[in-house]
């Protein structure tokens, strides 16, 4: 058999596309990584059906009059250090989002929107809008 060339890959023993779910407990020895989030959304309606993890800065961009919701049927995390953040003339107000089930925000994670949800916070620096 072939070995595959993973590039910088190679020194993670896990890599996914949006979460890694450790249930039951399991022992990992290695790095682990999830896939960037560097992804734009058109207006309109975004759907869900697993947990989704926020691991890198997320930007959402667009005009004033433009609505966006986010609907998430299960875990939402937002991780340490981690700014979802407007551009253009997007408003929060035009933003929301609807989570199931558990809503975690890291240390010092910045959040844009109108969330429908569970809430867990943790040391969170600034949290815009309403809930």
């Keep these: 058999m072939n070995k595959i060339n993973l590039k ?3 020194e993670y023993v896990v890599l996914a596309k949006t979460a890694i779910n450790n249930c039951p407990a399991s022992e990992i020895s290695g790095n682990m990584g999830i896939s960037p989030a560097a992804t734009t959304f058109i207006t309109g309606f975004h759907k869900w059906t697993n947990t989704i993890i926020v691991p890198t800065d997320l930007v959402i961009s667009g005009h004033s009059s433009e609505v966006r919701i986010f609907e998430i049927e299960d875990d939402l995390t937002v991780s340490t250090d981690v ?17 199931a089930r558990e809503v975690n925000f890291g240390a010092r994670s910045n959040f844009k929107g109108i ?3 569970k809430l867990t916070y943790k040391q969170m620096q600034h949290l815009p809008g309403v809930l």
Aim: proline fraction near 0%.
């Design 83 to 99: 700014n979802i953040t407007l551009s253009g003339s997007e408003k929060a107000e035009n933003i929301f989002w609807q989570v």
């Design 8 to 10: 910088s890959s190679g």
């Design 115 to 117: 969330r429908w949800l």
